[in-house]
């Protein structure tokens, strides 16, 4: 039974990953290539507004209905979206395609809210670091295979066979969803909140055990490595490094060891004290920015050495960054836990929302930094905001009273 619910929370969340990669890797290069402006394709990125907002109909997929039938219903919603698209050429109907990803966007929010609430419930403590490295290793690989590994064959491929394929996948994925595990109703689940009552809705999520620790945490924890992430390739870029080797190196060979990582992580979560191998691996990443900070003062395009270096440093960057998400992910698992089962979707969507947050927000002021004060000193604000981190840690709230501590 455990082996077939994970399994089938990896398909979940394989697909989950899907409109993601999809719209931030293989949209923007198609539409560019059938001649859509850079204003048009940048407009695409207000479609992820509904991930932002899951938070406002969490509630209601908590306390109505069964959370499969949300699933089930959010993926019927998908392939329908996905087969109006393939009748929309974006060069003639761009506006009724964007709404029509828009729409496929809310309808994956629902289903996001759906599997998390069911893996909140059915996975048990052991089972909460394998869930997670589920989740995020799925995740990714969606990602991966819907954005770089269609590009790869974009030009072989038609606009409306591409989405008839990904409605073929989400039909593959109902089949699956039909023997989803759905966990009893109690007593206690019966009970419903005021939906339409924000304030109330806030308030019983907040006086979870370890909620307000955990949020702080979800928005703070990659302020640094974001700014890392999005601003060091594009000093290599500037410093002799082609588009095709960033393409290579900080994008297939660093996914890798991103998904690596996030493997490792599941595994050791069983194992350890999730605290203390955050507190460590925070201190890795911390030795990692500032040898990143030393490259940026020393590097020399024409060395070997430096790019090799350079290329070691990314490697490192995305591993520590998949051991942590999974860590981080399995963490905000454990605090939803202590929720009471009538909010526990609502509770984890939210710690999800602010996750999320927290690393766009940075992400997207980050390049504004470096045009203001340059690249030492904005990675001298990536490295204090990291050490941030490691100080909100030292002291965790008690949320692995049940887990092995060592």
């Not at 072989?156 to 023997?179: G, K, R, S, T």
């Not at 960033?246 to 890798?256: P, T």
């Not at 460590?280 to 050495?305: H, V």
Request: aromatic share 12%; proline share 4%.
């Amino acid at each position: 039974m455990a082996t077939f619910k994970l399994k089938l929370f990896g398909l979940l969340y394989f697909v989950q990953g899907l409109p993601y990669g999809l719209q931030s890797s293989l949209l923007p290069i198609y539409l560019r290539t059938v001649g859509l402006s850079f204003t048009k394709i940048s407009l695409t990125k207000l479609l992820y507004f509904p991930w932002l907002l899951k938070i406002l109909w969490a509630p209601f997929v908590d306390q109505y209905g069964t959370k499969q039938k949300w699933l089930l219903s959010s993926m019927c919603g998908l392939i329908i979206c996905c087969l109006i698209i393939s009748r929309l050429p974006p060069k003639t109907d761009f506006l009724a395609m964007a709404f029509t990803l828009l729409l496929m966007n809310f309808f994956a929010s629902i289903q996001d809210i759906a599997v998390d609430g069911i893996a909140v419930r059915l996975l048990s403590n052991e089972e909460v670091g394998y869930g997670n490295t589920i989740q995020v290793v799925g995740y990714k690989m969606g990602a991966l295979i819907a954005g770089a590994g269609l590009l790869t064959v974009m030009d072989q491929i038609e606009w409306d066979m591409l989405f008839i394929m990904f409605a073929v996948i989400y039909v593959v994925a109902i089949i699956f969803a039909c023997f989803t595990p759905e966990p009893e109703r109690t007593s206690e689940t019966k009970i419903r909140l005021p939906v339409l009552n924000p304030r109330e809705i806030l308030g019983e999520v907040l006086r979870v055990p370890g909620t307000v620790w955990t949020l702080i945490y979800v928005i703070i924890y990659k302020l640094g490595e974001q700014g890392a992430v999005s601003m060091f390739p594009m000093f290599l870029l500037e410093n002799s490094f082609s588009p095709a080797e960033l393409g290579l190196w900080n994008g297939i060979v660093a996914m890798g060891f991103s998904i690596f990582g996030s493997c490792l992580g599941g595994l050791l979560m069983p194992k350890y004290n999730a605290f203390s191998l955050i507190m460590i691996l925070f201190f890795l990443r911390i030795a990692n920015l500032s040898f990143q900070m030393l490259l940026l003062l020393l590097f020399q395009s024409e060395s070997l050495t430096m790019k090799g270096a350079a290329v070691l440093s990314i490697i490192l960057q995305h591993f520590l960054s998949g051991l942590i998400t999974t860590l981080t992910f399995s963490i905000m698992m454990l605090c939803t836990q202590k929720a009471k089962e009538r909010i526990q979707a609502t509770h984890y969507t939210f710690l999800a929302s602010f996750e999320v947050l927290g690393k766009l927000t940075f992400s997207a002021i980050a390049g504004i930094l470096v045009d203001w004060i340059g690249f030492p000193s904005s990675f001298c604000i990536f490295l204090l905001l990291s050490c941030l981190a490691v100080l909100h840690v030292l002291k965790p709230p008690d949320l692995l009273s049940e887990q092995k501590k060592q």
